[in-house]
């Protein structure tokens, strides 16, 4: 297998930006020169041959690009907001204020994730992560002569250009996670808690994480900020929007923040701690009104906001694919390989992950398509294939609810398709292709196609009774096939 990592690196730094980024003046944004120069050294460093773990030796270049790429974003945001006076005045240059106090929260978070490792044995790293899932989803935008990049709309289909639209996405990517600590701060008190009652008679350890007072104040602010809309208004002949709240995006936010979700905790952080969302214009009384500038900067924050938020948030459901939104779930799910957990300190992990290809079709404007391919080799362990297949049919699950049908779901243009091959034990292998496709316009399926090369022997050994029990279902339909002259079965498992 090629090193993900390198692959992905090498696409970026390889792509012509001049093509996709023009702009007449000097302006720093998160792919110039800068950043690419340091992604090259990186690139430079690593190898085809390499494992997955080698991008771990790079934790200060990751750490540097972290900071470097938000800050830039936010220059990039702020010198086309036709408010800030920089694009009229060149002698003036934007500056990302509270950039240093969040990467002084990062380091924090870099420090408190060993504690993680101890929070849950399948707990698994989120430092090289959200770069990970920054540079999938650069190359996912940039790729096909940028053609994602290009699709992508926020809000009102407000105008933004591409400059604008990758540093939105760097923010999202690379912040994404910071709400963690919290989210799995009660897991390793509860632990806490049950080690102490070995020795001490019901230890008082509290539990509640709860917001109170001015903190709760603010965070509700926050929640309503990412849970509204603009709408247009004539008073007078002359045009202008007002902020409206949409009450059943503000009650599921609401949820989100009580079950200490990490993402809803991620959009407040970055919130209260960066000055570009402090100066966020944001008002739902029926005088405080906008113009299209003030509109346009709004949906802009907001759908940073809102992404991060939403990655987190299964009640809220997607309609469309060209959304920030939608990539950071995809990609986010996608970036698998190489992510260190704690019970690799024991045993060496046998599994391995592959990430073949994520794409995106716009052809047909009525129906594109969302296609994941990817696949793992296992060992002879049973029952980590048993784990890896219900995993499947869970994450298959999730996606069913967050692109489940409901309101105004037939203006959803997509569909959603995910294979993964898994090739199991050697000689010979036997080889299970897992597929389930979520579709606008028809029912949903989900199948597994089993084929090998053996002996009977090895049907009986993996039969139907195994795939019920590793997708936990009572029943099965399954269908002989004939296919590559190798022994295929095919089993749908209900949805």
């Known amino acids: 297998m090629a090193n993900k990592d390198k692959d992905l690196i090498s696409s970026i730094v390889s792509t012509n930006l001049n093509d996709i980024f023009e702009c007449e003046h000097n302006i720093e944004y998160p792919l110039d020169s800068v950043v690419i120069d340091k992604l090259r050294y990186i690139d430079s460093k690593l190898s085809e041959s390499d494992d997955d773990y080698q991008i771990y030796n790079y934790i200060s270049e990751i750490k540097f690009l972290w900071k470097e790429i938000i800050s830039k974003s936010i220059k990039c945001l702020r010198y086309y907001d036709k408010r800030e006076p920089f694009m009229a005045n060149g002698e003036k240059k934007p500056t ?14 870099i420090e408190f994730e060993t ?34 990049l290009e699709e992508i709309k926020i809000g009102d289909e407000a105008e933004i250009n591409n400059f604008e639209k990758v540093s939105i996405w760097s923010i999202i990517g690379l912040t994404h996670d910071l709400g963690y600590p ?43 900020f990412l849970s509204s809309k603009m709408k247009p208004r004539v008073e007078d002949g002359v045009a202008s929007y007002v902020a409206r709240l949409q009450p059943k995006y503000y009650f599921k936010f609401q949820k989100s923040l009580e079950n200490s979700k990490h993402g809803i905790v991620s959009s407040i952080i970055i919130y209260k701690i960066l000055n570009y969302f402090l100066e966020s214009d944001y008002n739902i009384n029926e005088d405080y009104t906008f113009d299209e500038e003030d509109k346009r900067q709004f949906y802009i924050r907001r759908e940073i906001l809102r992404a991060i938020a939403s990655h987190t948030c299964k ?73 890896l297949l219900y995993s499947l049919r869970k994450q298959c699950e999730v996606y069913m609810e967050i692109f489940r049908d409901g309101q105004d779901t037939v203006n959803r243009n997509f ?81």
């Not at 929070?119 to 190359?139: C, I, K, P």
């Not at 808690?193 to 019901?202: A, L, P």
């Open 96 to 109: 990302a204020y509270g950039v240093e106090e969040l990467s002084r929260y990062f380091e924090k978070y």
């Open 115 to 148: 504690m993680l490792y101890g929070s849950n044995r399948y707990y698994r790293d989120h430092v090289v992560h959200v770069f990970r899932t920054w540079l999938l989803g650069v190359e996912c935008l940039l790729k096909n002569n940028a053609r994602y």
């Open 182 to 224: 919290l989210e799995k701060a009660r897991q390793i008190i509860g632990k806490t808690q049950e080690m102490m009652s070995t020795f001490v008679t019901n230890p008082n350890i509290s539990m509640d994480l709860s917001f109170s007072g001015v903190q709760n104040n603010m965070n509700d602010f926050v929640v309503r």
């Open 315 to 387: 009640d809220i459901y997607h309609l469309y694919m060209s959304s920030f939104s939608f990539l950071l779930i995809i990609v986010d799910d996608s970036q698998e390989w190489g992510r260190k957990r704690i019970s690799e300190l024991y045993t060496k992990d046998t599994k391995k992950y592959e990430l073949n290809t994520i794409s995106f079709n716009f052809e047909n404007e009525n129906n594109n398509i969302c296609h994941i391919d990817e696949r793992f080799e296992l060992s002879h362990d049973e029952a980590a294939l048993a784990q």
């Open 415 to 495: 569909t959603f398709v995910k294979n993964c091959e898994i090739k199991f034990g050697s000689n010979p292998a036997i080889r299970f292709n897992v597929n389930f496709e979520i579709s606008n316009t028809t029912v949903s399926t989900f199948f597994v196609k089993k084929n090998y090369t053996g002996t009977i022997n090895i049907d009986n050994k993996y039969d139907d009774d195994f795939v019920k029990k590793s997708f936990r279902v009572d029943q099965v339909q399954t269908e002989e096939i004939e296919e590559d002259y190798r022994r295929t079965k095919k089993y749908s498992i209900p949805l």
